[in-house]
């Protein structure tokens, strides 16, 4: 079974705080992405990467950043967290390609005060 | 880039009744088209998809059309139930590009 976690099921940072929301795959999955999750607005891709070390931006890359230093590990970071960052964080990951199913985490809830 | 549109944004019906979720993308590389079903407070889970090469495909109560020249594909439920509750989004993408999802339907089958 395809396990993908991340760090925090809900988080309460302030404005200006750094955060960094991390995912973890266990099976061996070269591609791993991030979206948000707004109501009525669906899942937006902010970043994704397709090798270590490797990442491309996504539709609403602003105010984030990523780092993939490791196969199995993906985080996402918002440099000066602000109030309209505050939603929920989906963290996805998948074998080689898009078109194959994607394995969600959990979700990371973050509040932005 | 890929622009997916869905429609409705809620859906009500009633215990058996047939349920109809339909998405428009722009791009006409897209080649490859999934279904997204997500229960309140859990992940997406795939529950069907399909590649350009099919026009449609069926998984018991669930169905997936694909209209290639008009840029539009279809989600079928019959004989729902109220399981079937759920937001579904549906999902474009071509070759190593990553998905664009619609905004999601929420579905609420009434007992």
Known sequence: DVKVTQSSRYLVKRTGEKVFLECVQDMDHENMFWYRQDPGLGLRLIYFSYDVKMKEKGDIPEGYSVSREKKERFSLILESASTNQTSMYLCASTQGGSAYEQYFGPGTRLTVT | ?111
């Open chain 2, 1 to 111: 880039g890929e622009n997916v549109e869905q429609h409705p944004s809620t859906l009500s019906v009633q215990e058996g009744d047939s349920a109809v979720i339909k998405c428009t993308y722009s791009d006409s590389a897209s080649n490859y088209f999934p279904w997204y079903k997500q229960e309140l407070g859990k992940r997406p889970q795939l529950i069907i998809d399909i590649r350009s090469n099919v026009g449609e495909k069926k998984d018991q109560r669930i169905a997936v059309t694909l209209n290639k020249t008009a840029k539009h594909f279809s989600l079928h439920i019959t004989e729902t139930q109220p399981e079937d509750s759920a937001v579904y989004f549906c999902a474009a993408s071509m070759g190593r590009r990553a998905l664009t999802f619609g905004s999601g339907t929420r579905l609420q089958v009434q007992p």
